[in-house]
């Protein structure tokens, strides 16, 4: 399986980026990225692009991938509408009508949050945003689109959030995040179990188009 993964350097692509590694069926990963990082792995090369709102410069190279894993995201705090909604549907919808057009057998899955908004209605603007770029990916011909809404997600195996702010959260609630992941199985997920449950998927399929967090456990 050849995979194309958005958002390599944030805390879940860290993780999806390390089990895609690990796994014996993934031939190669591609992770387009604004800078390099200093990861050296054979299995492992880096697309460097600076404007995700205009793949066309790139896009000789984003054909031939069998799943495209959608890591990429910001906070929306202290973000205003328009610049949440460039980001979080601008870049994620250029990358994906790019690729569909490029890959008729690829299957989609895209980070998404506990939340979203699939209405496009609520108060929130964040879950609105979200639930925006959910309809739209899920309205594109892919061969498979999958949408994930975790809630609080555990980084394992040395991933951490680039968010200062959350990496305070996460040293301050780390000897409870496992109690918290047995007993809220429904709410609390791990980097490792996102990006395991994406690579089954992407091979194997599943009925659900939109999985939340316990579905994401249970694949």
């Known amino acids: 399986m050849r995979v194309l993964l958005f958002g390599a350097t944030g805390m879940i692509g860290q ?3 390390r089990e895609c590694l690990l796994d014996p069926d993934v031939e190669s990963v591609v992770a387009v990225l604004r800078s390099p990082t200093s990861q050296q792995r054979a299995k492992l090369r880096e697309l ?13 190279q984003l054909s031939g991938f069998d799943a495209c894993f959608f890591c990429l995201g910001v906070s929306s705090t202290g973000m205003s509408e328009e ?11 250029a990358a994906a009508r790019v690729l569909v057009k490029l890959n008729a057998n690829m299957t989609f899955i895209y980070i998404s949050g506990a939340g979203a908004d699939s209405s496009e209605r609520g108060s929130s603007m964040w879950a609105r945003v979200k639930g925006k770029t959910e309809n739209e990916l899920l309205g594109l011909p892919f061969h498979a689109a999958y949408i994930f809404r975790p809630g609080l997600i555990i980084p394992l195996h040395g991933v951490q959030s680039r968010t200062r702010l959350y990496r305070v ?4 609630l780390g000897p409870l995040l496992p109690v918290l992941k047995g007993r809220f ?10 990006g395991r449950a994406m690579l089954k998927i992407a091979r194997q399929g599943w009925p659900k188009r939109v999985l939340e967090t316990l ?5």
Do not use: A, C, M, W
Request: aromatic residues 18%; without cysteine.
């Open 48 to 60: 460097l692009h600076k404007d995700f709102l205009d793949f066309s410069p790139i896009e000789s």
């Open 215 to 219: 579905d994401i456990n249970q694949v």
């Open 185 to 194: 199985p429904k709410y609390v997920t791990t980097t490792e179990q996102i």
């Open 169 to 172: 959260f996460y040293v301050l």
């Open 15 to 17: 993780g999806v980026l």
């Open 83 to 93: 610049d949440y909604q460039r980001i979080t549907y601008g870049f994620t919808l």
